[in-house]
Each structure stands twice: as structure tokens, then as C-alpha cells.
Nanobody, 126 residues
Framework: QLQLVESGGGLVQPGGSLRLSCAAPAFTLGLYAIGWFRQVPGKEREGVACTNDKNSPTYYLVSKEGRINISRDNAKGTVYLQMNTPKTEETGIYYC???????????????????WGQGTQVNVSS
């Protein structure tokens, strides 16, 4: 069982920035593709971005391109999601998830990932 722990959530203004972290045991992180999902109340969990074992990113929401950046440091056992100039509609719970493959999926669906963190709340508000 792979344990993932998110951190870095909180209140951020629409013109600000925020970096979320997802921590996993450093000696195992390199075996998994890691993704970030977002869940807004009343909506399904949607995939935001994924990074494969070589730190190559894939972004799944066109509206977020250029404003988010996913990266990983396998030596530190951490995957990051940098959010720049977030919008109020991006408020929600952000989850990181690990896939039992080193490659990101073609479609960022919930069932393509095997291990989940508990989530971290992000509130975008002025």
C-alpha cells in the first residue's frame, strides 16, 4: 500500500500563487506516474495534470495550460503542483494519486490510478 500525503492548500487570492506538495516514500516514488485531481462540491473529480517517472508532464485541462506546472523530485519523494493566478472556480479539494505504471494515462480518469492521498483544500477567494 503506497501512502501519499498532500500539503500546501489554503486560502489564495485570484492573482496569487500556490504550490501543493504530494509526499511519498522516496525509494518508491520513481515506480509510479503521479497525477493531481481536483474535486469541486457537486461535481466529479477531474484530472488536472500528471507526471511520469522521468518528470515529463501531461496536462489535461486546456483552460489551465500556462497557469499550472507539475513537477517531481524523486530523490525527495515529492510531486509538486504549482498554481499561478488561480481562478475562484478552481476552489476545491486537490488530490494526488499514484498509478501502478511509470506512464501517464491517455485519459485522466479516476479509475486509472491506484493509490490516493487524503486531499488538501484550496480556497481561491479575494
Amino acid at each position: 500500500q503506497l501512502q501519499l500525503v498532500e500539503s500546501g492548500g489554503g486560502l489564495v487570492q485570484p492573482g496569487g500563487s500556490l504550490r501543493l506538495s504530494c509526499a511519498a516514500p522516496a525509494f518508491t516514488l520513481g515506480l509510479y506516474a503521479i497525477g493531481w485531481f481536483r474535486q469541486v462540491p457537486g461535481k466529479e473529480r477531474e484530472g488536472v495534470a500528471c507526471t511520469n517517472d522521468k518528470n515529463s508532464p501531461t496536462y489535461y485541462l486546456v483552460s489551465k495550460e500556462g497557469r499550472i506546472n507539475i513537477s517531481r523530485d524523486n530523490a525527495k519523494g515529492t510531486v509538486y503542483l504549482q498554481m499561478n493566478t488561480p481562478k475562484t472556480e478552481e476552489t476545491g479539494i486537490y488530490y494526488c494519486a499514484a498509478r501502478s505504471s511509470k506512464l501517464c494515462p491517455a485519459t485522466m480518469s479516476f479509475d486509472r490510478f491506484d493509490y490516493w492521498g487524503q486531499g488538501t483544500q484550496v480556497n481561491v477567494s479575494s
